[in-house]
DNA sequence: TCTTATACTTTGTATTACTAAGTATATTAT
DNA sequence: ATAATATACTTAGTAATACAAAGTATAAGA
């Protein structure tokens, strides 16, 4: 029951919080799996077939752009996914939708 | 751009809004879309083809049970919506997702 | 050798906010 | 009287996304 409105309330903000954690530095998607979880305290747990689907999207929406890392010795190639300056604008355009929001929610859970 | 962000951020979080101006009284439909605008300060603002599925669809989880009202000289018959015992008990548990939730963006987005 | 972690891809499902169109009555302004 | 607006509820259809599940593949550790 619980699940149901906890998925809900996860969509759109699943993309902003992909561009924030990108904004610091380019990441691959295990490392956005792990940080995402860390930082979250357990809230955000991202099965990789999550957050996949969103990097693509994110891309084509040309908020990011990936690259398969060199070949640095035996180490499985990465796709690493950098930010776009449009991503960056996107980013706080979506963070005034989202500060908007919580207040308007807050206003109403606590009037 | 940002409407698309928006719509997916109020995803879940409107069952509560309803069912939390629902808590204190019984209230017909125009009547939580004016709350809902006042509360909200004009962030929350429903169109009648958007509250009115969402009222069903809580009555269909018995979360509030619907009753029209008598007819009271020349009133347009209205149809008040009371949250049931079941609902309040919903309501809460919806909250305490929605705090963690939020929490959780916080963190990443402050961190 | 087996398990686990790392790493990316694709398909399909369930859910929901919103638009739009429809029906109908009461009140207010012209 | 008439027109416009506010009130009041219903239904059908669309777009968007979190998630599960299944698949492919390599590296490291027990």
Redesign the interface.
Known sequence: ??EK?????????L???VL??LKSEAKYGYQIIQE?KE???E??LLKDGTLYPILYRLEDDKLVVSKWSEAVGKQVPRKYYEITEEGKK?LD???D??K??????L???E?
Do not use: A, P
């Open positions: 029951m619980n409105y906890e998925r809900q309330m996860k969509k759109g903000v993309d902003m919080l924030k954690l995402m930082k979250s305290e809230t955000f996107t355009e979506i963070e939708v989202w908007r929001i919580s207040d308007g929610v206003r109403i859970m009037g």
